[in-house]
């Protein structure tokens, strides 16, 4: 491997050589050499409304020209005002209180915070812990990766975590229990109940899951009746109920909130990456009304906070996000260029031999890649399918968000396809079109033999 020692930047991968992004425009990047790439991930599910769209660009240079900063200790500012009746007017009943800060990290660490808050406020000072799935992930801070079941990521980092018992994930084409849609009884969901009976409920604050799971597993979408039966395990143990909508919020699920889709009300919601959709980085908690009303009813303070909550700037553009979203109508036209897109990539691919799941909800879609369609076996993890295949996808113009350990951390492979919500129906065209040839391409690298 060549190392890249020309830079003075501590590169998460010194061992590759990055080309410069020079602009952006629509669903295409463009390197300095004029290279042109379609970003059908948004980087990581971050690009909602694609790159450089002017409205969003004036927005933040009025706010510039107003003031940049100033500390949420001295004042709040109109940008985050408006943001959070914006976000709290679009999400599910009672969540009426956004708090901001700069990523889907801190906005999951946050959430863990006020859940272990609430509860002492509410005289229940043993209520500590956090129940998180297999196969999760929820951000890379110390708090957030112990409460993700991402192996990998936790592996080097393990001694510093604090312990975070976990519930089986829900996952239709590798079932953990074995059973077919048809005969499901909704196993992986009772496993919640065994997961909060073992911790001792009188220990447990929150269990957090992501309504889609996105980096670990692809755009796996669960059974339509689980987070209903979460929600009544969480009410019958005293646990709060966090949905981490990093990934899924803001319209990518082809809803405001994807959680809305399976009939809950969560008692919070962490939003990230689509929320300024990269035009500057931001988060957010949603937090419901009977844990704010905990707080001031105590006249208690929330004891947590970083220096860049509520920055004017990324709430300016947040704002901006969502009246754009707002006026082209681009959380509609996420759900319809979803089915587009799933349509197209299960016609594509269907039959494939090396394609074992097509799945995904709006423009957040998943391909679970298998050595045998059958049997499902995945390929060898030594042989890193997803990653050849994000590489070579990269040669040929297109951008995918490709992962490994799909299946327990260290095998199985999947990509996950997440466009710009103003992608074309030509675009997804391309897209598809690309992405097949890419995957042939890698199977051919891989010296499988292929017989489609
Ligand atoms: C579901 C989920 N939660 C949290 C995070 C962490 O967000 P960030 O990388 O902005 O800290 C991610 C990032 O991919 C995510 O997918």
Redesign the pocket.
């Known amino acids: 491997m060549d190392m890249n020692d020309d830079t003075y930047v501590f590169y998460r991968n010194p061992f590759t050589h990055y080309p410069v992004v020079a602009r952006g425009e629509g669903a295409y990047l463009f390197d300095e050499k004029g290279k042109r790439y379609l970003d059908a991930c948004g980087g990581?599910v971050v690009s909602a409304l694609g790159h450089s769209v002017p409205e969003i660009v004036e927005a933040l240079k009025a706010q510039l020209d107003k003031v940049e900063f100033a500390h949420t200790s001295q004042f709040t500012n109109s940008a985050q005002e408006e943001l959070a009746k914006l976000l709290t007017e679009r999400a599910p009943g009672g969540l009426n209180h956004a708090y901001f800060v700069s990523?889907?990290?801190e906005a999951?660490e946050s959430a863990l915070k006020i859940a272990r808050s609430y509860w002492v406020q509410m005289g229940r000072p043993d209520k500590w812990m956090v129940i998180g799935r297999e196969q999760s992930?929820?951000?890379?801070t110390l708090g957030?990766l112990s409460a993700g079941g991402n192996r990998w990521r936790r592996a080097i980092y393990e001694p510093m975590l604090f312990k975070a018992p976990r519930a089986a994930a829900c996952s239709c084409y590798r079932c953990p229990f074995d059973r077919k849609p048809a005969t499901c009884a909704l196993e992986c969901a009772e496993d919640l109940e065994r997961a909060i009976l073992e911790a001792g409920p009188e220990k447990v604050a929150a269990f957090i899951a992501?309504p889609v799971v996105?980096?670990t597993a692809g755009a796996l979408v669960p059974h339509a009746n689980y987070f209903r039966r979460i929600r009544e395990i969480c009410d019958k143990y005293d646990v709060l109920l966090i949905a981490?909508e990093?990934?899924t919020g803001m319209g990518r699920c082809g809803s405001w909130f994807a959680i809305r889709q399976f009939g809950v009300v969560p008692d919070m919601i962490?939003l990230?990456?689509g929320l300024a959709a990269g035009y500057v980085p931001i988060?957010a908690t949603l937090v419901h009304d009977r844990i704010v009303d905990t707080f001031h009813s105590r006249k208690a303070i929330f004891q947590h906070g970083h220096t860049y909550m509520g920055h004017p700037l990324a709430a300016a553009a947040g704002v901006a996000v969502i009246k754009y979203m707002e006026a082209n109508k681009l959380v509609e036209r996420s759900k319809r260029m979803g089915e587009e897109l799933l349509t197209r990539l299960t016609t594509a691919l269907h039959e494939h031999p090396h394609v074992g799941d097509i799945r995904g909800r709006g423009l957040f879609v998943g391909i679970e890649f298998v050595a045998d369609r059958e049997t499902k076996t995945p390929f060898e993890p030594e042989m890193g399918f997803h990653r050849v295949l994000g590489e070579i996808a990269f040669k040929n113009g297109l951008i995918v968000y490709p992962m490994g350990g799909t299946i327990d951390g260290r095998r199985g492979d999947h990509v996950l396809i997440a466009p710009p919500f103003v992608i074309t129906k030509a675009q997804i065209g391309r897209l598809v079109e690309l992405l097949v040839k890419s995957i042939d391409a890698a199977v051919e690298r891989m010296q499988l033999k292929v017989d489609v």
């Open positions: 990581a990523g889907g990290s999951v992930y929820h951000g890379n957030a992501e996105g980096a981490d990093v990934m962490c990230a990456k988060g």
